[in-house]
């Protein structure tokens, strides 16, 4: 499974095998593929994101999943308040120190694999807070995959970011599955 070269929005997958056999079946109607594949499938389509919005960039992160913007295209029907039920932290905003147990703590129960995205200038690099409260950046407490600049950020922006984190995990493989 490859991800395309342009940075259309899209992940390239093959509609008909390249064998024969591959080719009579999917005439026919049989899907043939692998298990990694199916597995590689359903973490790229439903990245579900635990809710952790600290500031003016969480508006934006909540109006990107209102109508308009409509997350549900990307697999992510709803924000988790639970971090055991959820891949992707979206921290949106500045990050006090006095959050930063708790933000290591949501991480850290968070199954793997996971993911992390930093949205809006506060969250990435402290933003205008540069004093000792304020945490400056929020990969010196977790390890972030994209970044989203902005001040604050604007909804297409988290949707951008969205798609590039798909194609990220799509072009990953899964572990092993004999654990």
């Known amino acids: 499974m490859g ?26 109607g049989i899907l043939t593929t692998t298990v990694e594949n199916v597995i590689q499938w359903g973490r790229y389509s439903s990245l579900w994101p635990v809710l952790f919005g600290l500031a003016c960039c969480a508006i934006e992160m909540m109006a ?3 109508s308009r ?8 029907e709803r924000f988790s308040a639970s971090p055991r039920q959820a891949d992707l932290m979206i921290v949106s905003g500045r990050v006090s120190q006095k959050m930063v147990p708790v933000l290591r703590q949501l991480y850290d129960q ?12 506060c969250a990435s690099s402290g933003g205008m807070f540069n004093n000792y409260a304020i945490v400056q950046g929020v990969d010196k407490v977790v390890p972030v995959d994209v970044y989203i600049p902005g001040c604050p950020p604007r909804p297409e922006s988290l949707l951008d970011a969205l798609v590039k984190l798909q194609k990220k995990v799509a072009a990953e493989k899964p572990a092993s599955l004999r654990g």
């Open 69 to 76: 913007y409509d997350l549900a295209r990307f697999g992510m």
């Open 110 to 121: 968070m199954p793997e694999p996971k993911w992390v995205i930093s949205m809006g200038a």
């Open 64 to 66: 990107t999943g209102a």
């Open 3 to 28: 991800v395309s070269a342009i940075d259309d929005g899209t992940v390239d997958l093959p509609r008909l095998g390249t064998t024969e056999f591959e080719r009579t079946a999917a005439r026919s």
